[in-house]
């Protein structure tokens, strides 16, 4: 009788039989929801016809859904760029898809359902806040200063003090860190070629640079004849533990 759409299920009353058949959804979502609740009336049927009360069967549908595999990563950031640089660097690194939203987001009912969340660690307190209690958290080890641009940086003084040297990306906080950086090893301001990669003529002149300090997104957009020193966020020791705790909550989820 179920599966030929005969009992319908009423919240809070039961499970009835129709006195006709319903026509069917005309919208795919509709179609959706009419299926679903149809799985669960029939569940709904069986548990009444085993004699299970009603607070266990909630209780036990609670515990199948918080058991539900993740299936999919949520970065969470105010900052659009990071969040565009921080999922450009782990997406090789993982299987499941990466999704991004603002830390308010991420507070809204079932936004993070199904994710694990993840952010750096000067936001880890915002996000922790607006997330319900029970939700786990990653933090990501930001890694301060790549080993490639430190090695690049030791050759310029003092015999290469007057070469251009310059900075891209669309991350603000980027150009200011790297800007503070190159100055404090002893790189003159005035031969810092500065570029918001946000403008329309941000590749201007960099081809007369020694080399271009840049995020790993912007990297892949410096002109062919430009040598960039890429700069990235998350070491090779941080993807691995993100892999292994992708792994590690997948199998347990589906062993369950």
Partial sequence: MAQEGWLEFRHGSGVFVRSSLPAAPESPELAAEYS???LIGE??????????????????????????????WLVIDPDPELRRILIHEMRPAL???IDECTPEEAGQPGRIDG????????????????????????????????????????????EHAGELVGIASRWKEFLRIAQTLLVAAGIAPETLLVRD?????????LEATSGVVCDAVTAL???????????????AQTLAGLRQHEGQVTASACAL
């Fill in 95 to 97: 299987k499941l898809p």
């Fill in 197 to 205: 990669a946000t403008q329309a003529d941000w590749k201007r002149v």
């Fill in 36 to 38: 679903l609740d149809q």
């Fill in 115 to 158: 994710a694990l969340p993840v952010t750096v660690p000067s936001k880890a307190a915002l996000v922790r806040s607006l997330l319900p209690a029970a939700a786990e958290l990653t933090v990501l080890e930001v890694h301060p200063v790549s080993l490639e641009l430190m090695a690049h940086l030791m050759r310029y003084p003092p």
């Fill in 221 to 235: 957009e410096l002109p062919k004849d430009v040598f960039p020193l890429r700069f990235t966020l998350l070491n």
């Fill in 43 to 72: 569940l709904m049927a069986k548990a009444r016809k085993l004699g299970a009360p009603e607070s266990v069967v909630r209780e036990r549908l609670r515990r199948w859904l918080a058991l539900t595999p993740p299936s999919r």
